[in-house]
């Protein structure tokens, strides 16, 4: 496919360069995205409005960090099926030990945050399938989880309330941060010199090593950054909620994968876009109940209809990207 | 060698490499001096990229010794490699896909990091693109899967000559033009002589004989994980390069001289052409024969097998089958065997259709089948239904055979099966096609040994995924395969 000029391709560094169908398929999680605020707007158009986006994009937050640690670890070509209960685990801890007593709550925090590093070591180490592994630590997680929080509650810390509440003028708190978050993973991944180190681990793990780098320290280094925004999505999440449950992340395993698949990336060969996972995230939270809402679609059927979305959004990938081979 | 004084960059000494009971390296001898291009050419495995993996530091040789610069090196690894300056272009790409060129520059100089790195990798890898393959199109933006393989070479043989901390004094070239078009290779092969002139060193591996025998200073022949032959270019000619990569000795013909006449009378049982033939040469089996399919490995072969396994259900105008079709994988553990199973249901699961009892897998015809042939060709197991597992590398593969030839398919594809099997089975393999040629069944024997196909009635050498020789049973000598297999200059 020859690359064709494209208008104000100059301007955006991030678009020079491609074909329209690359254009396309880069664009394709922000056409979702467009298309279901589309529909809002055409349902409700009183939602489309400083406080209703507050609201409808509140659990935005949570959603888009658990996302892009999966995306973390899908680079490398694994798949985290605990970040779920990883995520209501470091709720519990948030809502009782960080809220009672702060610096050993952190300290909690941390050592959940080695864990995931040594997972990352273990299944390198080892050749372990990563499915098999972090399914097994779902429920090591959820147990913990169980065992810190046996009935719904807690509190969350004052600062951590007083942050997610916070009411910037004119944007709406959840999308200044939905940027922030793609802004700092797309620079940490797609612009460092050692994040391109990190996609090739995905793209061609002989070629990284037989260039001298050490494959278990990249996938380490995935881990730890799934650990990482794994706890900064727990931590998001009772800062909106107020307190905790020891169930309330276990949606979030599948949900992050969808975003991640959603924004453009890939299950194997280290293709992903953290500014598309974001706004798959995005895609994903409006999709959940606002729109369905908005439908007057009951309760009980807006699960089935999220789904149905999340195939709409991905049959459309799989047929640009078809035509693209 | 002439130039015995000269500044020695690399050397090895009898340096060993046996992957189980295969001998890739056996003892060999190399050295590379400053200044100069070594050639260095060998049919089918016999240890050329190999050698250069040892040579890269990716591979650790079992014995011998290696010295760069002088300097004996002990623990050599790929980092100690690149920090002494030897580089490497592998065979199979290694280009990260998902990256761009710059970041795939980034991924080979470990002092390409820090504020705008991305613009330094990419100018250094397109200053290297304009000097080798000026006009070369490739931006440092590109994502590699969007390049077509022809650019993906070329971004690879630059990235090997981009230099920032590490010296540049060694760069290994294997297969460099295989994906090259004619310009762009004769681009590459003068700047290699350019690079030369100017004191660093290359070896160049190629199976274009005509381009090793103009680049190269000097030229080294293997032959089953040995040097057979060392001498300055100027020494070998085209027949003398073929002589030295063929048989030391001439094989005796062995096994029962076969009537030597096609068996054009028979009805033909399969007829294709390889997707990239341009001529009307076409493959012709009849029935009852045994047909070679030779040339280097990775040049169509096994394609056109699987071509015709796929043809043997759905006729396309390439290609067409008349009879039903068994396929024996070469690649034994990835496609041939159930790992989890016994050796009676490995051999059974190509005729199920015979072995039933209603909807259930009948045990007892399965069993029966099974003794049958393990009677037949001598599977060594005390229990038909013991796992696939405990059999011998050369007892599993007699398995798959009893597979193919224990069902309906008349006829058989081989795809080069008898890889790391000891040389008894062989015998007994060889015997036992020779036999079920004669009731009827046609085989399609892909092999890497060139000794296998004296079992031939009729060979058709492939090169790059064309037929380009066609040899009947009283025309096959080796040389003749070799001269086949490797191309002439362009």
């Known amino acids: 496919m020859a690359s064709l000029p494209l208008a104000g391709s100059a301007r955006l560094p991030i678009l020079a360069g491609m074909t329209p169908r690359r254009l396309l398929r880069a664009l394709l999680p922000a056409l979702s995205l467009s298309l279901i605020l589309i529909g809002i707007a055409w349902l409700n158009p009183r939602a489309i409005s400083y406080f209703g986006f ?99 509650g807690g509190k969350a810390p004052d600062w951590l309330l007083q942050l997610m509440s916070f009411k910037p003028p004119w ?93 453009g990336g890939e299950f194997v060969g280290g293709r992903v876009s953290p500014i598309g996972a974001v706004i798959g995230a995005l895609t994903l939270a409006l999709a959940a109940s606002p729109l369905l809402t908005f439908m007057h679609i009951p309760p009980d059927w807006q699960v089935g209809a999220n789904g149905a979305i999340l195939i709409i959004v991905l049959a459309a990938r799989a047929l640009i990207s078809r035509r693209e081979g | 060698m002439a130039e015995a004084g000269a500044n020695i960059i690399v050397r090895l000494d009898g340096v060993e490499k046996h992957f189980g009971a295969v001998r890739a390296l056996d003892g060999v001898d190399f050295a590379v001096h400053a200044g100069e291009c070594v050639g260095l050419v060998g049919h089918n495995g016999a240890g050329k990229s190999t050698l250069m993996h040892v040579l890269a530091g990716t591979l650790t040789p079992d014995s011998g010794a290696i010295a760069i610069g002088g300097a004996s090196q002990s623990g050599y ?15 199979e790409l290694s280009l990260c896909p998902n990256l761009t060129v710059a970041e795939n520059a980034r991924i080979n100089h ?39 393989i022809g650019k993906r070479q070329m971004v690879e043989v630059a990235r090997a000559f981009t230099v920032t901390d590490d010296p540049l004094r060694l760069v290994i070239l294997d297969e460099p033009t295989s ?164 050796i009676a249901e490995n051999i059974g699961i190509r005729s199920i259709a015979r072995l039933r009892d209603g909807i259930l897998i009948s045990r007892a015809r399965e069993d029966e089948l099974a003794a049958t042939w393990r009677e037949k060709i001598n599977i060594r197991t005390p229990d038909i239904r013991n796992n696939i597992l405990s059999l011998s590398g050369g007892n599993q593969q007699k398995a798959l055979f009893a597979r193919a030839l224990g069902s309906d398919a008349r006829i058989v594809l081989m795809d080069d099966p008898m890889r790391g099997v000891d040389i008894g089975t062989k015998r007994e393999v060889y015997e036992l096609i020779r036999a079920e040629a004669q009731s009827g069944r046609t085989f399609l024997w892909y092999t890497t040994e060139t000794d296998e196909l004296e079992n031939c009635d009729h060979v058709y050498v492939f090169r790059n995924g064309r037929i380009v020789a066609d040899l009947g049973r009283g025309e096959l000598t080796e040389e003749k395969v070799i001269q086949s297999s490797f191309q002439a200059a362009g």
């Open chain 1, 54 to 152: 507050t609201l409808m994009l509140n659990l935005a937050i949570p959603i888009a960090l658990a996302t892009i640690a999966q995306m973390f670890v899908i680079t490398g070509n694994d798949l985290d099926l605990s970040i779920g209960t990883f995520v209501g685990f470091v709720g519990c801890v948030t809502a009782t030990w960080l809220h009672d007593a702060p610096l050993f709550g952190a300290l909690v925090l941390l050592v959940s945050i080695g864990a995931y590093a040594a997972l990352g070591a273990l299944i390198h180490v080892r050749k372990l399938p990563s499915i098999v592994v972090t399914l097994g630590m779902s429920f090591v997680w959820q147990g913990l989880a169980i065992l810190l929080l046996p009935k719904p």
């Open chain 1, 171 to 263: 944007v709406p708190f959840p999308i200044i941060a939905a940027v922030v978050i793609a802004v700092v993973a797309h620079i940490g991944l797609m612009r460092t010199s050692y994040g391109a180190i990190l996609r090739g681990s995905g793209g061609n793990p002989i070629a990284i090593s037989r260039a001298g780098w050490s494959l278990l320290k990249t996938k380490v280094t995935m881990f730890t950054l799934a650990g990482i925004f794994g706890v900064l999505s727990g931590m998001a999440l009772i800062g909106i909620t107020t307190s905790a449950d020891a169930n309330i992340g276990n949606g979030y395993t599948l949900l992050s994968i969808a975003g991640v698949i959603l924004g």
């Open chain 2, 77 to 91: 690894s790929v980092v100690l490699a690149q920090g002494l300056g030897i580089r490497c272009v592998f065979q």
């Open chain 2, 110 to 148: 470990a002092a390409l990091k820090g504020l705008g790195w991305r613009r330094r990798a990419g100018d250094l890898i397109l200053a290297r693109l304009d000097e080798i393959f000026p006009g070369h199109g490739i931006g440092a933006g590109d994502i590699v899967r969007d390049l077509s």
């Open chain 2, 179 to 342: 994906s090259l078009d004619s310009h762009t290779a004769g681009q590459l092969l003068s700047f290699v002589r350019r690079v030369v002139a100017g004191g660093a060193s290359c070896v160049l591996i190629s199976h274009l004989l005509g381009e090793v025998l103009e680049n190269s200073d000097r030229i080294v022949v293997m032959r089953d994980g040995k040097v057979v032959a060392a001498d300055t270019a100027a020494a070998f000619d085209r027949d003398k390069l073929v002589t030295a990569m063929g048989a030391a000795g001439k094989h005796a013909r062995a096994g029962a001289e076969r009537a030597s006449e096609r068996h054009s009378a028979a009805p033909v049982r399969i007829r294709a052409r390889p997707e990239r033939q341009l001529d009307d040469a076409e493959l012709v089996a009849h029935e009852g024969e045994v047909i070679g399919l030779a040339g280097l490995s990775g040049h169509g072969q096994t394609e056109l097998l699987l071509q015709i396994f796929k043809g043997a259900s759905r006729r396309t105008d390439r290609i067409e089958v008349t009879a039903p079709v068994a396929l024996i994988a070469g690649d034994r553990q990835a496609d041939g065997i159930f790992p989890l199973w016994s």
